[in-house]
């Protein structure tokens, strides 16, 4: 078990594929995400992509065969979703100094079995913070 590896991966997919950057005032300002993702560099979206698979991979979730494009862009979107919607939840109400990094630690929790249960909670929907 690696928390760091599943927080690094949802930083990841936060910060650098989808171009928030862990400050609350400029998050909940952001709405370009979706054009970000569509433009970034290729690397980059490779990248997420693995880490997200590799971090469902070593949770025993899914297999690196059961894995198609559609499924993980959903795991994605939801991610990214769960985050955006934290940003006038719960992140908002304690002012969180570091909200990517405060979403990020709520997903991963603090074991095996927290990270498991919000990982494949997030291959159907979102998890608000």
Do not use: W
């Not at 690094?8 to 979706?34: H, M, P, S, T």
């Not at 560099?41 to 690196?64: D, F, Q, R, S, W």
Request: proline residues 2%; neutral net charge; charged residues 20%.
């Amino acid at each position: 078990y690696s928390q760091n590896d599943y927080e690094d991966a949802c930083k990841y997919v936060l910060i650098d594929y989808a171009g928030f950057e862990n400050n609350l005032v400029r998050d909940q300002q952001y709405i370009y995400y979706l054009t970000k993702m569509k433009n970034v560099p290729h690397e980059i979206k490779e990248e997420a992509l693995k880490k997200i698979c590799t971090v469902y991979v070593n949770l025993g979730i899914m297999e690196a065969k059961d894995f198609t494009p559609d499924n993980v862009a959903k795991i994605i979107i939801n991610l990214i979703v769960g985050y955006n919607t934290s940003l006038f939840k719960k992140l908002d109400d304690i002012k969180a100094s570091e909200p990517i990094t405060t979403y990020c630690n709520f997903i991963c929790g603090n074991n095996y079995a927290t990270s498991k249960n919000n990982f494949s909670l997030l291959r159907h929907g979102i998890l608000v913070y």
